[in-house]
Antibody
Framework: EVQLLESGGGLVQYGGSLRLSCAAS????????MSWVRQAPGKGLEWVSS????????YYADSVKGRFTISRDNSKNTVYVQMNSLRAEDTAVYYC???????????????WGQGTTVTVSS | DIQMTQSPSSVSASVGDRVTITCRAN??????LAWYQQKPGKAPKLLIY???SLQSGVPSRFSGGGSGTDFTLTITSLQPEDFATYYC?????????FGQGTKVEIK
């Protein structure tokens, strides 16, 4: 069964850091791009970042560029997002998601984790 | 950035109804559009990719159409499990962007 399991969420102070992890199973991890998408309380979906299957290409939303870093360890089937200089507006449920059919971010995210909650307090 | 606008923001419908949701991009995105369904407290689920391709395992009552700037998601014969929020997402260029969502509610 294809699965994604996020971890690392929690309560952090304004300006603090957090690293989220997403462990994948059930598919050839390195063959697919991975993404992070977040959802603030009561709000819609916001794409955060994507990384290619080999890790050589990364993409970021303007709202997190320079503060967040996406990475992956294909030997551990895990994708990460390092979040620094956290702000109140980063408070959200963070989902990791698998690209549907390509090692590059392409045309849709077909498998999603259950999400991990990040709360930034002031 | 490409802005995605969905309409309506919410729709009330009955079981068996046909529902159409529209998504408009403020610039052409060819067919680089996906549709997702999200139920409260759950992760989104991919329904449609490449504007009109049905994701494996998704019921055939869901269909997508359009290209360029105007797209539709149609649910024929709405079922109880279809009451949810639906989002479009453009994958034409980064940053990827989502529509604001359309909530399908029970009439």
């Amino acid at each position: 069964e294809v699965q994604l399991l996020e971890s690392g969420g929690g309560l952090v102070q304004y300006g603090g850091s957090l690293r989220l992890s997403c462990a994948a199973s059930g598919f050839t991890f390195s063959s697919f791009a991975m993404s992070w998408v977040r959802q603030a309380p009561g709000k819609g979906l916001e794409w955060v970042s994507s990384i290619s299957g080999g890790g050589g290409s990364t993409y970021y939303a303007d709202s997190v560029k320079g503060r967040f870093t996406i990475s992956r360890d294909n030997s551990k089937n895990t994708v990460y997002v390092q979040m620094n200089s956290l702000r109140a507006e980063d408070t959200a449920v963070y989902y990791c998601a698998k690209e549907r059919g390509s090692p590059e971010p392409f045309d849709g995210m077909d498998v999603w984790g259950q999400g991990t909650t990040v709360t930034v307090s002031s | 950035d490409i802005q995605m606008t969905q309409s309506p923001s919410s729709v009330s419908a009955s079981v068996g109804d046909r529902v159409t949701i529209t998504c408009r991009a403020n610039q052409g995105i060819s067919s680089w559009l996906a549709w997702y369904q999200q139920k409260p407290g759950k992760a989104p689920k991919l329904l449609i990719y490449a504007a009109s391709s049905l994701q494996s395992g998704v019921p055939s009552r869901f269909s997508g159409g359009g290209s360029g700037t105007d797209f539709t998601l149609t649910i024929t014969s709405l079922q109880p499990e279809d009451f949810a929020t639906y989002y479009c997402q453009q994958a034409n260029s980064f940053p990827w962007t989502f529509g604001q969502g359309t909530k399908v509610e029970i009439k």
